[in-house]
């Protein structure tokens, strides 16, 4: 497949970039369109009826998932998706709203529970070559993710060894929702392929609840959507908990792991708690050498959507517990603007730490693979 | 500078404790490890507890992930509250020795095990 070449002026001097969004979902609006780049054993899967098999939760939105985004024009009966075509979503938001580069996070944030574990890694390969033909190659403005699935982590592996040189992409991409808690053993071959690559890892709620995911919450299934979204953040503690003490960050000290769509209030929580219980507790993880909370503020990235919105005081107490002046970076999440417009969301962020949210830690983090 | 005679070196033989309470000090437990003689400030480091109360045992040695080590076996004294663990040569805490139980240097007189107090 021969990808279009686009003319644009390049925007790679740091000092002029204005914003770099860290969560942009493309929309897959024709699996027939990713079928090509799939593996020609399982192409046949894509073609029919509405494309491979998906896991699911039992929820839907509330409202109206796309809130103030910019949706293109309706083609007779149908309404285009906002982040189907990404020209759309070049011109609609990038341009708009004066943000400078995208990295693409998909939106297949249940890959990582789909119950066939060939399928999923079909998909994946799929969607990273699709993802690289049709959105970055021919617009500068977006860099890609290697989208893995982790259910077979020797797969996951050969994905990331398969694309780590692309100068498209700048980071591995899974979703959150798991069989198990991110730390365990299984997963470490994942972990040494992202680091030998200099990838950071991107993890992403969503598919919590879905598939062969355990329940979204540790209490059991949560009833409806609403029970659903408020609750999912326990699924970032519970992996930041497993990852620490499972020493992933003792066998890989480079790897660096960004949470898509978490927020941050929880984070002093958990580090508090969590660096409490490691002085007596420590014995039965004696690879653990520093407080917990040194691996989660060297180690772990958040995101700016959805930024709780408490007001300039509380927000900046928060923002020092975490280190946000290393540590955060502004994520829009487009199109799923359900709670509001991820610019007002970081309105409150003091002038001191605006720009280091906006453009340089996203730089500081992802390094040259941004700017060639 | 004071003195004080805990006992006899005889009464603490090695893995033993003695913890006596001097006036205007408190208590102070005197353990022998291998021989020598380590003199703790009966006070944990986290709230308070009579930590010289505690076992003493060995501890979990930094690794390598996924590898068990245990040693030390003697030298540490476990508080009987939260289970800080205390090398009891130094009062440092295992997990940072900047959080430490106060220590007293301890000498052997004509067999007199002896309490030196600043």
């Known amino acids: ?372 | 500078m004071e003195r004080h005679v805990v006992g006899r070196a005889e009464e603490i033989p090695p893995g033993g404790r003695k913890i006596v309470r001097i006036a205007g000090r408190g208590e102070i437990g005197v353990f022998n490890v291998d021989g020598a003689f380590y003199a703790l400030k009966n006070t944990c480091a986290h709230q308070g507890s009579r930590v010289c109360l505690g076992k003493i045992v060995g501890t979990a040695l930094p690794s390598d992930v996924y590898e068990y080590r245990y040693g030390r076996e003697g030298e540490i004294l476990r508080c009987p509250w939260h289970e800080w663990e205390y090398d009891i040569k130094t009062g440092e805490s295992v997990f940072d020795p900047k959080v430490r139980v106060t220590t007293y240097p301890v000498e052997v007189v004509d067999g007199d095990v002896t309490v030196v107090l600043d």
């Open chain 1, 1 to 372: 497949m021969v990808a279009p070449t686009i003319a644009r002026e390049r925007v790679r001097d740091p000092a002029k970039m204005r914003a770099i969004d860290v969560d942009v979902h493309p929309q897959i609006t024709d699996w027939g369109a990713v079928a090509p780049f799939v593996p020609e054993g399982l192409r046949h899967r894509f073609t029919r009826r509405g494309g491979p098999p998906m896991a699911r939760n039992g929820f839907k939105v509330v409202g109206d998932p796309f809130g103030d985004v910019s949706k293109p024009p309706a083609n007779g009966n149908s309404q285009p998706h906002p982040a189907g075509d990404p020209r759309w979503v070049k011109e609609a938001y990038l341009d708009a709203r004066g943000v400078d580069l995208a990295i693409l996070t998909t939106n297949l944030t249940s890959l990582s529970v789909q119950p066939n574990a060939d399928m999923a890694a079909a998909v994946a390969r799929g969607v990273n070559d699709w993802t690289l033909e049709t959105w970055v190659r021919p617009f500068d403005c977006f860099k890609g993710s290697i989208l893995v699935a982790p259910q077979d982590p020797a797969q996951a592996v050969a994905e990331i060894d398969r694309l780590a040189h692309d100068p498209g992409m700048v980071q591995v991409l899974m979703g959150s929702a798991s069989e198990s808690p991110l730390g365990r053993r299984q997963y470490h071959p994942i972990y040494a392929a992202c680091a030998r690559h200099g990838l950071p890892l991107a993890l992403h709620l969503g598919g919590e609840g879905a598939g062969m995911s355990p329940p979204s919450t540790a209490v059991g299934h949560p009833s409806t959507y609403f029970e659903w979204y408020g609750s999912i953040p326990q699924n970032y503690m519970a992996h930041i908990v497993s990852m620490v003490t499972e020493g992933v960050f003792e066998k890989y000290p480079t790897l660096r792991v960004v949470l898509c769509e978490g927020g941050i209030f929880w984070l002093p929580h958990i580090m508090w708690r969590f660096d409490k219980n490691w002085k007596a507790q420590r014995s039965e993880t004696p690879w653990v050498k520093e407080p917990p909370s040194a691996y989660i503020l060297r180690h772990f990235y958040s995101t700016t959507y959805p930024l709780e919105m408490a007001g300039a005081t509380e927000l900046g107490q928060v923002l020092a517990m975490i280190e946000a002046e290393r540590t955060l970076m502004f994520s829009s999440n487009y199109p799923n603007w359900l709670l509001g417009d991820p610019f007002a969301m970081v309105a409150d962020i003091p002038e001191s730490l605006h720009r280091r949210i906006m453009v340089d830690n996203a730089l500081a983090l992802y390094g040259d693979r941004l700017l060639g």
